[in-house]
């Protein structure tokens, strides 16, 4: 127990680890520290085995140093880094020591339930309420409360419920059926108004040919019309000049005849 005081802080090594705490060699004393689960750590550790293992070195502080040698260790008020003290006032640990102790004389205390008035009915003679309160009547008679009736629960058989899945699925094919069918005739009325379309399409089309051939046949028919007016006026200047000629001739004859008549 040489040079081994409270506060003091030192590089120890770790003797035996228990489920309760870890024991530590303290450099210059004869005697072994503690370090206790609940100072190892400032979160809760359940097994110190899982955290501290036999030979290595931690940062330690001494807390308590008891008559009969016990000494109280910590390493959670140590900087496991460097060393250096991060509770060097003790305010840390004086809170720690007083949850302990609060911890201990702390007992439930038994609930007792005082609903119940220490007083007597006037009118009944029953204890726990006023005659105010009291619903006897006047003449003594007791009423009691009519139980409720239950309802009886009617299970209906899985027939039914079968029958009734299957009546919803035929409305459901149903359903599908008919909304597959307003498709199918949006499709095909979409293909009627295309195919009418291309119909009208190719009757313009026809049309304007026809247009075109009439104009044509009208034009070439007056071109013929008009050739068959020249050749006809050409046949009657003909028959004009030959009907003239005749007539000359005819004439000479008669001169001829009235000059020579002895011929």
Same mark, same amino acid.
């Given at each position: 127990?040489?040079?081994?005081? $409270?506060?003091?802080?030192?590089?120890?090594?770790?003797?035996?680890?228990?489920?309760?705490?870890?024991?530590?060699?303290?450099?210059?004393?004869?005697?072994?520290?503690?370090?206790?689960?609940?100072?190892?750590?400032?979160?809760?550790?359940?097994?110190?085995?899982?955290?501290?293992?036999?030979?290595?070195?931690?940062?330690?502080? $001494?807390?308590? =140093?008891?008559?009969?040698?016990?000494?109280?260790?910590?390493?959670?008020?140590?900087?496991?880094?460097?060393?250096?003290?991060?509770?060097?006032?003790?305010?840390?640990?004086?809170?720690?020591?007083? @949850?302990?102790?609060? +911890?201990? /004389?702390?007992?439930? %205390?038994?609930?007792?339930?005082?609903? =119940?008035?220490?007083?007597?009915?006037?009118?009944?003679?029953?204890?726990?309420?006023?005659?105010?309160?009291?619903?006897?009547?006047?003449?003594?008679?007791?009423?009691?409360?009519?139980?409720?009736?239950?309802?009886?629960?009617?299970?209906?058989?899985?027939?039914?419920?079968?029958?009734?899945?299957?009546? %919803?699925?035929?409305?459901?094919?149903?359903?599908?059926?008919?909304?597959?069918? %307003?498709?199918?005739?949006?499709?095909?009325?979409?293909?009627?108004?295309?195919?009418?379309?291309?119909?009208?399409?190719?009757?313009? /089309?026809?049309?304007?040919?026809?247009?075109? @051939?009439?104009?044509?046949?009208?034009?070439?028919?007056?071109?013929?019309?008009?050739?068959?007016?020249?050749?006809?006026?050409?046949?009657? +200047?003909?028959?004009?000049?030959?009907?003239?000629?005749?007539?000359?001739?005819?004439?000479?004859? @008669?001169?001829?005849?009235?000059?020579?008549?002895?011929?």
């Amino acid at each position: 127990m040489v040079n081994c005081k $409270v506060n003091q802080i030192f590089l120890g090594e770790i003797a035996s680890v228990q489920n309760y705490g870890a024991f530590i060699r303290i450099p210059g004393c004869s005697a072994q520290g503690l370090i206790h689960k609940s100072q190892v750590s400032s979160a809760h550790v359940d097994d110190v085995a899982e955290i501290l293992q036999k030979g290595e070195r931690v940062w330690c502080k $001494v807390i308590t =140093v008891g008559d009969d040698g016990k000494i109280g260790l910590s390493m959670k008020y140590v900087n496991q880094g460097n060393g250096t003290d991060l509770d060097p006032n003790g305010v840390e640990l004086q809170r720690d020591m007083q @949850k302990k102790k609060t +911890a201990g /004389k702390y007992e439930r %205390k038994a609930i007792h339930l005082e609903a =119940v008035l220490n007083t007597t009915c006037t009118k009944c003679g029953t204890a726990g309420h006023l005659s105010n309160d009291c619903f006897m009547s006047p003449d003594g008679k007791k009423y009691e409360l009519i139980p409720e009736v239950e309802e009886e629960v009617v299970v209906q058989p899985q027939v039914e419920t079968n029958e009734k899945e299957k009546e %919803k699925k035929r409305k459901q094919k149903k359903a599908k059926k008919k909304q597959k069918a %307003k498709k199918h005739k949006q499709g095909t009325d979409d293909t009627d108004s295309d195919d009418k379309e291309v119909v009208k399409k190719k009757k313009k /089309k026809h049309s304007k040919d026809q247009k075109k @051939k009439k104009k044509k046949h009208s034009n070439s028919s007056d071109n013929e019309n008009s050739s068959e007016s020249s050749s006809s006026h050409d046949v009657k +200047a003909h028959k004009r000049k030959r009907s003239e000629s005749l007539e000359k001739r005819t004439k000479k004859c @008669k001169h001829s005849k009235s000059k020579y008549p002895d011929r």
